[in-house]
C-alpha cells in the first residue's frame, strides 16, 4: 500500500483530501505546518507528499528544499491557491513532481498521485540497483598493497584529476575506475568505457570522436564517439597503451582543449569529460620503444594507481573467495557453498598468472561441479 502525506495548515483541506485518498485504498497521514511534515518525512519513507506552499513555520518550497537536500525519494506535489506561473516554475526547480492549484480538480489529482507513486517507485528501485551495482564493484581485500590502491581511490574521486591505472591483466583495473567514478562528483552520470585494445586501429578514431556521414566507406550515417556520450561523466580508456599513434595525437588535443573533432568533419565540438586510463604495458618503455607520446603519458598521469597482481597479495584470496561464492550463489539462485580450510590453503598456493579474473572463474568451475562443501581433491581437480 502507497504511503502519502499531506502537508498543509487548512485543517479542512487535509480532512477533505485525505477522504479521497483512503477512498482509493492509500494510507495517509497528515501535518498541520512545514516543521510538522519536514519531521515526519525524514521519520517516515513516503512515497508522495502533498503540500501547500504558503504554511507557517516552513514554507513548501522550503520543505521541498530540505527533503530533496535529505536525498529522501519521496514525490511532492505541490498544491496551492497561488496557482501563478513563477510559483509552478520554483517548485519545478526544486524537484517537485507536479503543481496543482486550490481547489483541485479530483480527476487529475488521482492521477497525478499515481503517476508520483510510480516515481517514486522507479527512484527507490534505481537506489537499490545503485547499491547492487556498488557492491559488483566494491574491491575486497585487507593486505597493504590493496589498502594503499583504496587510500588512493578515496583521495582521487572527489577531485577531477585524471588517473592511469596500471597493473597486470585480470587484476581489477576497471574496477579501480568504476570505484572512482562512482565515489566522484561526475557518479550520476555515464561512465562510457573503451577497449582500446579490442577495436581496429583504422575504426579507433570513429569510436573516440564520432564521424560524419561519408568520412569513410561505410560511414552510412552520422555517429556519435565516446568522447561526446560521456559529456558531463567519465571516459574509460582501458588498455590504452594499444591505441593507435594518431589516435593519441588527437586524445591529447582533447584532454588539452576539451575539444574534439568528428572523422570527416570540421566542427568543433566542447566535451566536459573526466579521462581515467589503464594499461597493462609499461608506458615509460613504450615511449623510449616510440609507441607511446610522452606528453601524453604526462596528461594522463597526474594520479598513478598500480594495482598488484594477486600473487602479490595473497592475503586476499580467502576474503575473494568468499565473495565470489556467495556473488555465484545468487546469480544462480543456490545454497552459498563452503571451501574446506585444506581447500582453501591450496589456493593460497596457487600462482594465479591470470589474477583475480583467474580466481573468480575458478570458484564459479568449483560451485558448477562439486557439492555443498568443495573439499582439497575438488580444487585439485578442478583448479
Given at each position: ?214 568520412a569513410f566507406t561505410g560511414a552510412a550515417a552520422r555517429r556519435v564517439g565516446k568522447f561526446e556520450q560521456a559529456d558531463g ?151
Open positions: 500500500m502507497a504511503k502519502l502525506i499531506i502537508v498543509d495548515d487548512e485543517k479542512p483541506i487535509r480532512a477533505a483530501l485525505r477522504d479521497i485518498l483512503e477512498y482509493e485504498g492509500y494510507d495517509v497521514d497528515e501535518a498541520k505546518d512545514g516543521e510538522e511534515g519536514l519531521e515526519m518525512i525524514m521519520r517516515t519513507g513516503y512515497d508522495v507528499a502533498l503540500c501547500d506552499i504558503r504554511m507557517p513555520k516552513l514554507n513548501g518550497l522550503e520543505l521541498l528544499q530540505k527533503a530533496s537536500e535529505a536525498s529522501r525519494s519521496t514525490q511532492f506535489v505541490m498544491i496551492s491557491a497561488y496557482g501563478n506561473v513563477e510559483n509552478a516554475v520554483e517548485a519545478t526547480k526544486r524537484g517537485a513532481f507536479d503543481f496543482i492549484t486550490k481547489p483541485p480538480d479530483l480527476n487529475r489529482l488521482l492521477i497525478t498521485v499515481r503517476n508520483a507513486i510510480e516515481r517514486a517507485k522507479l527512484v527507490q528501485e534505481t537506489k537499490t540497483l545503485k547499491k547492487r551495482i556498488y557492491k559488483l564493484n566494491e574491491i575486497v581485500g585487507e593486505s597493504e598493497p590493496i589498502r594503499k590502491v583504496k587510500d588512493t581511490i578515496n583521495r582521487v574521486a572527489a577531485t577531477e584529476a585524471r588517473v592511469l591505472i596500471t597493473g597486470p591483466n585480470g587484476s581489477g583495473k576497471e574496477m579501480v575506475a568504476k570505484q572512482i567514478h562512482e565515489k566522484g562528483s561526475r557518479a550520476s552520470m555515464s561512465l562510457v568505457e573503451v577497449n582500446c585494445a579490442a577495436i581496429p586501429s583504422e575504426l579507433i578514431e570513429s569510436e573516440l570522436f564520432g564521424h560524419e556521414k561519408g561523466g567519465t571516459l574509460f580508456l582501458d588498455e590504452i597503451g594499444d591505441m593507435s599513434l594518431s589516435a593519441q595525437a588527437k586524445v591529447l588535443r582533447a584532454l588539452q582543449e576539451n575539444k574534439i573533432t568528428r572523422v570527416g568533419g570540421d566542427k568543433e565540438i566542447k566535451v566536459n569529460v573526466r579521462v581515467i586510463a589503464a594499461t597493462n604495458k609499461d608506458l615509460r618503455q613504450e615511449i623510449i620503444n616510440g609507441n607511446f607520446r610522452e606528453d601524453l603519458f604526462h596528461r594522463l598521469s597526474v594520479i598513478m594507481i598500480h594495482v598488484p597482481p594477486l600473487a602479490e597479495r595473497r592475503a586476499d584470496i580467502a576474503l575473494l573467495s568468499d565473495k565470489f561464492l556467495q556473488d555465484i550463489a545468487t546469480e544462480y539462485g543456490s545454497p552459498v557453498k563452503e571451501l574446506t580450510p585444506d581447500a582453501l590453503a591450496y589456493l593460497q598456493s596457487l600462482p594465479w598468472t591470470g589474477n583475480v579474473r583467474e580466481l573468480r572463474n575458478v570458484i564459479e568451475r568449483l560451485v558448477i561441479m562439486c557439492g555443498d562443501e568443495i573439499s582439497l581433491d575438488d580444487v585439485k581437480l578442478y583448479a
